[in-house]
């Protein structure tokens, strides 16, 4: 069975930390893209950050760019967001999600281009 499961999220005050891990169990992430997308109440779910195993290449939104850092560790089929800096509006449910596909610049950001979610971590910054 082909799943993922994020954890690391929680609460933490305006300007700190919080590393999100999304492990894969069902099948290795070698060859897939790997996305995190969050969530808040009453808006639509928004790419965050993408990973290539395939070529290390990554992506960011513009909101989080040199705060957020995407990684990767084939050995522990494990990929990692590391979140600094954050702040309230960072506040949401955050989910990663993987595909098989290779996807285009346009389409690393759509949830429509992922074939596997997990079922989302919480994080909550406070101000």
């Known amino acids: 069975e082909v799943q993922l499961v994020e954890s690391g999220g929680g609460l933490v005050q305006a300007g700190g930390s919080l590393r999100l891990s999304c492990a894969a169990s069902?099948?290795?992430?070698?060859?897939?893209?790997i996305g995190w997308f969050r969530q808040a109440p009453g808006k639509e779910r928004e790419g965050v950050s993408f990973?290539?195993?395939?070529?290390?290449?990554?992506y960011y939104t513009d909101s989080v760019k040199g705060r957020f850092t995407i990684s990767g560790d084939n050995a522990k089929n494990t990929v990692y967001l590391q979140m600094n800096s954050l702040k309230p509006e960072d506040t949401a449910v955050y989910y990663c999600?993987?595909?098989?596909?290779?996807?285009?610049?346009?389409?690393?950001?759509?949830?429509?281009?992922?074939?596997?979610w997990g079922q989302g971590t919480q994080v909550t910054v406070s101000s």
């Open positions: 999600a993987a595909t098989r596909r290779t996807l285009t610049y346009a389409q690393v950001v759509s949830p429509m281009s992922y074939d596997y």
């Open positions: 069902g099948f290795t992430f070698d060859g897939y893209a």
């Open positions: 990973i290539s195993s395939r070529d290390g290449s990554t």
